[in-house]
């Protein structure tokens, strides 16, 4: 018998007496400052409390110097349900494992404790899956919540760790993004009296462990632990696999006074999908956006956002620190790993360290909610910049002619909801018009591509996209040639519009959306290139990537979900969008002495010229000639009436009021149309303005201020 449990049965001895509260500990890392007075009788969560054994806690060690490591709903219930899988789930984990009452003898009740798993829902604010860790975490005595989050070196995370295709899973600037939404998440559960427990490893181990140290001090403590495991819903193949290993893992830990229920919990869009107008919720979802997009707004209203839990529902167990000491995984309440922790070597940690000040990013900008919620106060309400959204969207110099809003999104550090009630204010405290409605209109966009991955699951990764194996008119034999990647990849095509946005994503993860459609459109229809390849290296450079987003909008582009191919002339996108060359020069500095009338064209100039310029353009010069042949109408595009330059979205998630991108199936952003020279508001070297769908509307569940 261990003195824990000895000690437990002492005191359970002495359960009827009085003033057993006087024992409580006083003083813990993680008891918030009392908002409830002493007992004066013992309860069994007092008891339970007491008769837990203590341990010193562990940190991160490594005989090195530093750690070297491998890789809402309308109502409370509707916030919290986990749809119909989910429930299913979380009870099939309660009958494999059992309720087993040890300590039920002595008529101890059972010890609620729930940890909530982190993933792309970095934030407290509107966050539904954290609002149901806490309905389960039922404040008290051995009680509580664990916030964790995993940095996963197995799966996402070191410069080890590449995708089938040869790209890095997760780029160093985009982990570095991770570590300081993950850094700004803890220090917001510190102020609110709690703590995040951050793991390095298989995601699986380190809540497995966890949940095995847990486990272990209940046994001790002669109680009984009643363990919820609550994270957001994804849906893609990987994170599903991953959700399988913890479920696994979690089993293997309990013990046999412990049992377990595992529950994902639906977050990140504007719309549930139980509110869905379709026949069968997300399997109905419609296989091109225009008819979702009308159903939508015609029949389905915006969830509340959700306040952050309080302080008491945030509340971690006082035995906190003795878990993560007790659990036998890299994972601490006070250490953050760095990029080299996290297995990046040396080139790729220096390539994170510096911000290039051609940056289109806000000044200053880090990961978190912190920023995230400053960022969307900055552009709506302190620069006013919200009103002219639209018509600067299609800008690619500096940070204000879109939202930026993307790479907060991506990790979860702000609410498209937030972002939509804001919008909503702004309505109705300053104007009302287009821009407003079209920033809502981008996230909407997000939602259709989470659905879409929902229902299509691993087609949008597959070189046919959800065409398949049926015959359609934009299927083609995919080439690929190493060497015109690579140059696509570094910005070395000869294309100088291509080129300019190449650059910029690699030296700052981030493209405007106008230059994704481009850079997409040139690799799989101009390049005739396999897609994945385009969007395999945006998931490793983009500081917005979300695996919905990228792979939908790039099987958009490609053609592969069966909507209108859209091809776009990016000489003639160049000549539009950057009329005056300024954005070419700003990335592709060897042609600054070109004249405006081949900034876009070098290999039109004369040698003469070149010389006059000081660049030369050719194989193995200055600047590379074209790697296709820009007089030959790709072979797709010919004699079946589609036209080049129109429509579409599809280069990814752009970061414009949500970042979505890729919409292949539209035909809109016609480069001959527009106002012309009538709009004075449009964006930094624009001449054209896009034609567009008409404005829309949206609509909340219920009053949103």
């Known amino acids: 018998m261990t003195l824990g449990r000895r000690r437990g049965l002492f005191l359970l001895s002495l359960l009827p007496r009085p003033n057993l509260a006087a024992l409580r500990p006083t003083s813990s890392a993680f008891v918030a400052s009392s908002s409830s007075s002493p007992s004066t009788s013992a309860s069994p969560d007092v008891l339970r409390s007491l008769v837990r054994t203590r341990f010193r806690p562990r940190s991160f060690h ?11 709903g309308k109502t409370a219930a509707k916030t919290a349900r986990g749809d119909a899988r989910n429930a299913k789930h979380a009870k099939n984990d309660d009958d494999a494992n059992g309720p087993r009452d040890v300590g039920s003898d002595y008529g101890i009740p059972p010890c609620p404790l729930a940890i909530h798993w982190f993933r792309n829902d970095l934030r407290l604010h509107d966050n539904p899956a954290l609002r149901r860790t806490a309905s389960l975490a039922k404040p008290g005595p051995g009680s509580g919540m664990l916030p964790v989050f995993v940095f996963d070196t197995s799966r996402i995370y070191g410069s080890s760790i590449r995708t089938p295709l040869g790209s890095l899973k997760c780029g160093p600037r985009r ?6 939404a993950v850094a700004d998440l803890r220090a917001s559960l ?25 486990c272990k001090e209940a046994d001790e403590g002669a109680s009984v632990l009643k363990l919820s495991v609550v994270c957001q819903e994804e849906v893609c193949s990987e994170e599903l696999a991953v959700d399988k290993a913890v479920r696994s893992s979690l089993a293997k830990a309990m013990t046999k006074g412990c049992n377990f229920a595992f529950e994902t919990v639906w977050g990140s869009t504007l719309y549930d999908p139980e509110s869905l107008p379709f026949a069968g919720d997300v399997s109905g979802v419609p296989d091109t956006f225009t008819p979702f997009r009308n159903k939508v707004e015609k029949s389905c209203e915006i969830g509340r956002p959700l306040d952050a839990p309080s302080d008491d529902e945030l509340r971690m167990p006082w035995d906190a620190k003795d878990v993560v000491a007790g659990s036998k995984c890299r994972a601490s309440l006070d250490y953050l790993p760095t990029l080299a922790d996290l297995g990046y070597d040396e080139e790729d940690v220096a390539s994170a360290s510096t911000v290039d000040d051609r940056s289109a990013m806000p000044e200053g900008y880090r990961g978190g909610e912190s920023f995230a919620l400053a960022r969307v106060n900055d552009y709506i309400w302190d620069r006013d910049l919200l009103k002219g959204y639209f018509d600067t969207r299609n800008g690619m110099i500096g940070s204000e002619y879109s939202t930026k809003f993307a790479p907060w999104l991506a990790l979860g550090n702000v609410s498209p909801r937030y972002v939509a009630r804001e919008c909503r204010r702004y309505e109705e405290a300053r104007v009302k018009n287009k821009s407003t409605y079209w920033v809502v209109f981008e996230l909407l966009w997000r939602d259709y591509f989470k659905f879409f991955a929902k229902k299509h699951g691993d087609a949008v990764f597959r070189a046919d996209g959800t065409i398949g194996n049926g015959e359609h008119v934009n299927k083609r034999k995919w080439g690929y040639d190493p060497k015109q990647v690579r140059a696509w990849k570094e910005g070395k095509t000869g294309f100088p519009l291509v080129d300019a946005n190449m650059r910029e994503l690699l030296a700052t993860g981030f493209m405007s959306n106008r230059g994704r459609q481009n850079v997409a459109s040139f690799l799989a229809i101009d390049m005739n290139a396999d897609w ?32 209108r191919l859209n091809r776009f002339n990016v000489v003639k996108q160049g000549r539009d969008y950057d009329f005056d060359g300024e954005y070419v020069r700003l990335w592709c500095p060897e042609l600054k002495n070109v004249p405006d009338k081949y900034v876009h064209e070098p290999w039109k100039m004369s040698e003469a010229l070149m010389e006059e310029c000081g660049v030369k353009v050719g194989p193995g010069r200055d600047y590379p000639s074209p790697i296709v042949d820009p007089n030959v109408q790709p072979k797709i595009m010919r004699n079946d009436g589609r036209g080049g330059g129109r429509g579409g979205r599809g280069g990814g998630k752009g970061g414009r009021g949500g970042g979505k991108g890729g919409r292949g199936n539209q035909r809109r ?22 034609k567009s769908l008409k404005t829309g509307s949206y609509q909340f569940e219920s009053k949103y201020v």
């Open 62 to 72: 490594s005989s090195s110097s530093s750690l070297a490591m491998g890789k809402g």
């Open 175 to 180: 982990a570095q993004f991770a570590l300081e």
């Open 190 to 214: 510190e102020r609110k009296g709690s703590g995040l427990i951050v793991g390095v490893g298989k995601t699986e181990e380190v809540l497995g462990s966890i949940a095995a140290s847990a």
């Open 532 to 563: 994945r390849y385009g969007a395999d290296h945006f998931e490793q450079h983009l500081l917005d990537y979300d695996v919905h987003s990228n792979w939908g909008n790039w099987c958009s582009a490609a053609g592969m979900t069966g909507g």
């Open 669 to 690: 952003g016609a480069d001959d149309g527009g106002r012309g020279d009538r709009n004075p508001n449009r964006g930094r070297g624009q001449r054209r303005d896009m």
